[in-house]
């Protein structure tokens, strides 16, 4: 019963994040709708459950946006699991200790390794299928540098207000 | 550890590569479909109500004893204003495929995608209709609003005029009817480029499409000029556009599913 229970869970809050995601493209002006949340989502889970599954449960993120892709299927996918499994790598070996500035750092290294797989996997796909690569723009790194800014932002914010209403995320209570 | 570390990657990439061979060969096709099916009716829903509310926002508030019944019927006009605008495109799009010998199908919008770089809208209809790569999508009075990028069983991936890898042969209704190139920009802006020097452009020129490309017909509508940028260093010069459709409000549109040459 209780992983019946917890599947169904798993499921609805997986529905629920990237539901929560697309309201927050479609509804928000610009340059809010930048926020990327599948991306926050996967940093806090990360520091919260410090456990592989989460690159899974990533990678399960990250396919149901690439069905919202005008991009080639598995440009978001790949870029996006990836730096999840880079982010848990990162966490593990070099930002452990969960403080406020160790998880914006994890959050910016993150989100430059997520975008640049991005740019590389469709140089690549223009390279290998004869299509126009016109990615790369001061547009480009302006969009970038919002989605940057203000998703590390709103994670702080978050981060922040969830060390105050539980320990798991404070700093003193690292298991070792 | 380091063993591990390389382990984990591998299997990862591993799983990755797979269902991207499982998507491409279509064995993932049922599931996706059924998959879709269900974000599909949360995406479309999210997508009218944030139409309504901006329809909602642009009316202003008057006496607020009055709030709880002027905020229904704000919201019964909104829904009026949605049905009547949805009206008014349908009688637009069936007056301008009148006489004409073009197949079409309508489609609604039932959500963007949520790459942050580029401007595409989902639509309601794909292969099974006889929506395919390349075709044209025009809103209401053929307005042309973008091509059709991938078509699946049921769903297709529309990028818009202003996507900046959007490419559409354009002709000017100047004098010297003008030819270039209508490109996008970020979802921003959208421009006429390659107009040679010695041409004439004025503010207000319409620009439709050149028929140069296959299956696009000539004389769909793309937008107006709305300031021309001239250097005499360069080789062309460019047009700046305004689209004659809002591409941020598109619910309902039609797909030019094949053009009679003749």
């Known amino acids: 019963m209780k992983r019946i229970i917890k599947f169904i869970s798993f499921l609805f809050s997986t529905f629920l994040i990237f539901f929560l995601h697309s309201f927050i493209f479609l509804a928000l002006p610009f340059p809010f709708y930048q ?28 396919l149901l946006l690439d069905f919202y892709s005008a991009l080639p299927f598995g440009i978001t996918l790949f870029s996006g699991t990836m730096s999840a499994l880079i982010i848990f790598y990162l966490y593990l070996n070099i930002f452990t200790n969960k403080s406020w500035y160790g998880v914006l750092a994890l959050a910016f290294l993150g989100l430059i390794v997520f975008r640049f797989i991005y740019i590389i996997l469709i140089f690549l796909d223009s390279l290998i299928f004869g299509k126009e690569f016109g990615i790369i723009s001061q547009d480009l790194f302006r969009l970038i540098s919002w989605e940057i800014f203000l998703t590390v932002a709103t994670l702080g914010i978050i981060f922040i207000l969830l060390t105050k209403f539980t320990k798991r995320l404070n700093s003193i209570m690292i298991k070792t | 550890m380091e063993k591990t570390k390389k382990k984990t990657i591998i299997a990862v990439s591993f799983v990755i590569l797979v269902t991207i061979l499982l998507h491409f060969s279509g064995w993932l096709s049922p599931l996706e479909n059924r998959i879709k099916n269900i974000l599909n009716m949360g995406v479309g829903y999210i997508y ?21 019944e002027l905020n229904k ?48 809208i ?12 390349g075709n044209p999508v025009v809103a209401s009075g053929g307005v042309l609003v973008g091509k059709i990028i991938k078509s699946e069983d049921t769903t297709s991936v529309v990028r818009l005029i202003n ?18 190139l209508v490109e996008g920009g970020y979802g921003i802006s959208v421009h006429m480029n390659l107009i040679p020097q010695n041409e004439t452009i004025n503010i207000g020129d319409t620009v439709i499409t050149s028929g ?15 300031s021309v940028e001239k250097e005499p260093y360069q080789p062309f010069q460019k047009a700046i556009l305004q689209p004659l459709s809002n591409l941020n409000k598109l619910f309902l549109v039609s797909v030019i599913t094949q053009v009679d040459e003749d």
């Open chain 1, 35 to 62: 926020i990327n949340l599948v991306f926050i989502v996967v940093v806090l889970m990360v520091i919260w459950y410090e456990a592989g599954w989460v690159v899974w449960y990533a990678f399960l993120l990250f």
């Open chain 2, 48 to 68: 009218k109500f944030n139409l309504n509310v901006n329809e909602q926002q642009n009316q202003t508030l008057v006496c607020p004893d009055l709030q709880t």
């Open chain 2, 73 to 120: 019927l704000k919201i019964d006009k909104a829904k009026l204003a949605i049905i009547e605008e949805e009206n008014k495109q349908l009688r637009d799009q069936l007056n301008f495929f009148e006489n004409k010998q073009i197949k079409h199908t309508g489609a609604q919008v039932i959500g963007r995608d949520f790459e942050p770089f580029s401007s595409s």
């Open chain 2, 122 to 133: 989902i639509l309601n209809k794909g292969l099974k209709d006889g929506v395919q790569e």
């Open chain 2, 163 to 180: 996507d900046n890898q959007s490419r559409i042969a354009g002709t000017l209704t100047n004098k010297d009817t003008s030819i270039g």
């Open chain 2, 212 to 226: 140069l490309e296959a299956g696009i017909p000539r004389g769909l509508l793309i937008g107006t000029v709305e």
